[in-house]
C-alpha cells in the first residue's frame, strides 16, 4: 500500500510517499525557515501563502523522487491538527483535491500522533506498547501508546511547550528563529551547574510538566544583567536552562515508565533532535533496563514521513476521513476532539 503524505501544519511544506507504513520511498521538505528568520519566529498568514506556493511542486517532487505516478497512489494522508489553521487548510485542501481527484481514500491525522510514529520508521522492529515523550514547538507531553490506535496521554505541560521556551530564550540572546539548535551548541561548551533556574512540578506525584517558570526565570536574568551590565557567558546560561528543562523531563519520564510499567520509551518531536535530551535519557534507560528509541534529525522535525506511517496504521483498520474533513488547529489528543 502506497500513501502520499501531507504535512503543512506549521512552517515546513512536506509531502512523502510510503510503502506499506515503514518504508520511506521520498520526503521531501521545503522549510520555510529563512522566510520566518526575518521575523523572529513563524508569521502564519506568510507560512499559509509559501504553504500555497509550494504544496504541488512538493507533492510532484516526492512522487517522482519515489518513482511513482499520480495512479500508484493507493490513499492520500494529511495532517489536520494541531497546528496554524490557515497552514493546515492549505494541505487539507490539496490533500482533498487529490483523493477525490484520484478516488483514493482520504486520512487526517492527528500531528502529534505523527512525531511518534516517526521512530516507527527509524525502528523496523518496534510496535506498540511503549511509553512516549513528545517534545515539539507546541506541544510538551506523556503518552502510552497501548497499540496502534489506542493512547493515552499520562501527562502534559500545562503552560508553555519546552521547544517554545527554548526558541525564546535563543531570540533574546540574539539567536535566530528556531533558536533550539543554537541553545543546544552552547550548551555543549557551559557549565550546567552555574545558575540556578527553578524546575516546576519538581517533587510532586503528577506527570504535568510547566516551563512557564523558568522561561521567565532565565528572561529575568538576561534582563537584569543586561540593566547591571554585567557580562554574562551565553554557553552558561544555555547549559543551566537546558539542564533544568532535562531534570523535568526526566524525572516525569521515569515516573510514567514505572507507573506504565512500560519496556520500551520512544522520544519525538523537533526537541527530540536534543543532544542533551538525548544523552540523559539514554543514560536514565540504561540504568532502568528500558529501550530507548529516538529518531534521526530530519524525522524529528516536521515532515511528511511521518504522517504517512501514522496514517498507514489508521487505514489498516478503517480509520478514514470524509470529505468534510476540516483543518482543527487545536485538535487534542486520544479522541478528544476528534
Ligand atoms: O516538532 P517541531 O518541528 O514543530 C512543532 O510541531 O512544533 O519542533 C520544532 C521545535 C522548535 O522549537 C525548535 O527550536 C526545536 O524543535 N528544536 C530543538 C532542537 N532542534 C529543534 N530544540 C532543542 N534542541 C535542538 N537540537
Ligand atoms: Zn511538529
Redesign the pocket.
Given at each position: 500500500m502506497r500513501i502520499l503524505a501531507f504535512e503543512t501544519?506549521?512552517?515546513?511544506t512536506s509531502c512523502a510517499v510510503i510503502e506499506n507504513g515503514r518504508s520511506i520511498l521520498s520526503n521531501i521538505i521545503s522549510t520555510q525557515v529563512p522566510i520566518h528568520k526575518k521575523f523572529g519566529g513563524v508569521v502564519p498568514e506568510v507560512a499559509s501563502r509559501h504553504h500555497i506556493e509550494d504544496v504541488l511542486p512538493v507533492a510532484i517532487e516526492a512522487l517522482e523522487k519515489a518513482s511513482c505516478t499520480w495512479n500508484d497512489i493507493d490513499a492520500v494522508a494529511v495532517t489536520k491538527g494541531p497546528?496554524l489553521v490557515g497552514a493546515l487548510l492549505v494541505g487539507v485542501s490539496a490533500a482533498k483535491s487529490v483523493a477525490w481527484a484520484l478516488d483514493k481514500p482520504l486520512i487526517g491525522v492527528n500531528?502529534?500522533e505523527g512525531?511518534i510514529f516517526a521512530n516507527l520508521l527509524q525502528y523496523p522492529d518496534l510496535e506498540p506498547p511503549f511509553l512516549a515523550l513528545v517534545?515539539?514547538?507546541?506541544?510538551t507531553m506523556l503518552v502510552e501508546v497501548k497499540g496502534y490506535n489506542e493512547f493515552n496521554l499520562m501527562g502534559q505541560t500545562r503552560d508553555d511547550?519546552?521547544?517554545?521556551a527554548?526558541?525564546k530564550i535563543?531570540r533574546i540572546m540574539g539567536y535566530p528563529?528556531?533558536?533550539?539548535?543554537y541553545?543546544?551548541?552552547l550548551a555543549q561548551k557551559g557549565n550546567p551547574e552555574a545558575i540556578h533556574f527553578p524546575v516546576a512540578m519538581h517533587g510532586n506525584h503528577e506527570l504535568d510538566f510547566s516551563f512557564s517558570g523558568l522561561k521567565s526565570a532565565v528572561i529575568n536574568y538576561l534582563n537584569t544583567a543586561k540593566m547591571k551590565k554585567i557580562e554574562i557567558s551565553h554557553e552558561n546560561v544555555a547549559a543551566s536552562f537546558?539542564k533544568a528543562v532535562i531534570s523535568a523531563l526526566v524525572e516525569k519520564t521515569e515516573a510514567a515508565l514505572k507507573i506504565s510499567k512500560q519496556k520500551t520509551l520512544v522520544l519525538?518531536?523537533?526537541?527530540?533532535?536534543?543532544?542533551?535530551?538525548r544523552k540523559e535519557l539514554t543514560r536514565v534507560c540504561n540504568e532502568m533496563n528500558i529501550r530507548f528509541c529516538y529518531p534521526e534529525?530530519v524525522l524529528?522535525?516536521?515532515n511528511g514521513a511521518m504522517i504517512g506511517c501514522r496514517a498507514y496504521y489508521m487505514a489498516k483498520e478503517g480509520l478514514y476521513s470524509k470529505w468534510n474533513l476540516n483543518a482543527n488547529p487545536g485538535l487534542g489528543f486520544c479522541g478528544e476532539d476528534k
Open positions: 501544519s506549521c512552517d515546513e497546528g500531528h502529534m512525531h517534545v515539539s514547538g507546541g506541544h511547550a519546552a521547544g517554545e527554548f526558541d535563543a528563529y528556531p533558536g533550539g539548535p541553545i543546544d551548541k537546558q519525538a518531536g523537533g526537541v527530540a533532535a536534543n543532544s542533551g535530551i534529525s524529528c522535525t516536521d
